[in-house]
């Protein structure tokens, strides 16, 4: 459970600073999905998301560590594969 705990606290960090990054890129894939939120619920909408999937992340670590440890891994699997795409792709 400790150890399940330390990887997610570790890619919570990688998660936050990948999702800093694609906000900041101004990518037009990245404007266009995120928009929508942030005209509605403001401008750390996408932030407060992200900081809630960590949470719930944590709070699964403290019963069943493993699943959470694997569904945590699978978010920041996604999160880095889309910015390699969004840093391989053009702008415009």
């Keep these: 459970m400790l150890f399940a705990t330390i990887v997610i606290l570790l890619a919570g960090?990688?998660?936050?600073a990948?999702?800093?990054w694609?906000?900041?890129s101004g990518?037009?894939?990245?404007?266009?999905a995120t928009a929508p939120m942030r005209r509605v619920l403001g401008r750390y909408a996408t932030y407060v998301?992200?900081?809630g999937l960590f949470l719930g992340?944590?709070?699964m670590a403290q019963g069943r560590w493993f699943i959470a440890l694997i569904l945590y891994?699978?978010?920041t699997a996604?999160?880095?594969a889309t910015v390699a795409l969004i840093k391989g792709k053009p702008r415009g």
């Excluded at 990518?27 to 266009?32: C, D, G, K, L």
């Design 22 to 24: 694609m906000l900041e």
């Design 73 to 75: 891994g699978i978010y």
């Design 49 to 51: 998301l992200e900081f």
């Design 13 to 16: 960090a990688g998660n936050f």
């Design 27 to 32: 990518h037009p894939m990245v404007e266009a």
């Design 57 to 59: 992340a944590l709070w």
């Design 78 to 80: 996604m999160n880095a």
């Design 18 to 20: 990948m999702h800093r």
